[in-house]
T-cell receptor, first 111, second 116 residues
């Protein structure tokens, strides 16, 4: 199956700093999503981005499908950005597309 | 408000006991999914359902069973055959089946299952 690797595994920032999270995947995909899991375990969909660039407020994401990676940018980080960021891709297994999640990047933003 | 409701939030299981986790959605989504998350790990797919009365195994289906008798409901049973059931279980849904296109996943708040 598809392998998904995220880096860095852990990140500690001061409030106001910028950061870049990376997701590498091992095969072509039709679906790539970024999620944020808050400290209480709730998962929120941030972006659906199989290719191209999208922005939503202080967050933006870029996927270069031909080179099999995606980047999530967080600008002017806030303490509420803390949590784990997951990248997930949809790869074909048999006749269906199955999701594969990376292990995540754990982000702590200090005030 | 539309969303996904998982219950209970916390669940304890005795050895040899089956337990059922509830997942209900009022988003009118066709597809529903069950994931397992272990500490420090990503999510792994247990089962998914693309339409009523149909479901498919994911990566780690052994020791689990599901049913999809109604569009809005997708309960997961953790059977006694699952030897290491302690984990965080998340239910999700998407408008249309599959992970092959523009199908953002919407998640419930999860159920934490522990062994007594």
């Amino acid at each position: 199956g598809i392998q998904v690797e995220q880096s860095p595994p852990d990140l500690i920032l001061q409030e106001g700093a910028n950061s870049t999270l990376r997701c590498n995947f091992s095969d072509s995909v039709n679906n790539l999503q970024w999620f944020h899991q808050n400290p209480w375990g709730q998962l929120i969909n941030l972006f659906y981005i199989p290719s191209g660039t999208k922005q939503n407020g202080r967050l933006s994401a870029t996927t270069v499908a031909t080179e099999r990676y995606s980047l999530l940018y967080i600008s002017s980080s806030q303490t509420t950005d803390s949590g784990v960021y997951f990248c997930a891709v949809g790869g074909k297994t048999g006749g269906s597309y199955i999701p594969t999640f990376g292990r995540g990047t754990s982000l702590i933003v200090h005030p | 408000d539309g969303g996904i409701t998982q219950s209970p939030k916390y669940l304890f299981r005795k050895e040899g006991q089956n337990v059922t986790l509830s997942c209900e959605q009022n988003l009118n989504h066709d597809a529903m999914y069950w994931y397992r998350q272990d500490p420090g790990q990503g999510l792994r797919l247990i089962y998914y359902s693309q339409i009523v009365n149909d479901f498919q195994k994911g990566d780690i289906a052994e020791g689990y069973s599901v049913s999809r008798e109604k569009k809005e409901s997708f309960p997961l049973t953790v059977t006694s055959a699952q030897k290491n059931p302690t984990a965080f279980y998340l239910c999700a849904s998407s408008i249309m089946p599959g992970w092959g296109g523009n199908q953002p996943q919407h998640f419930g708040d999860g159920t934490r299952l522990s062994i007594l």
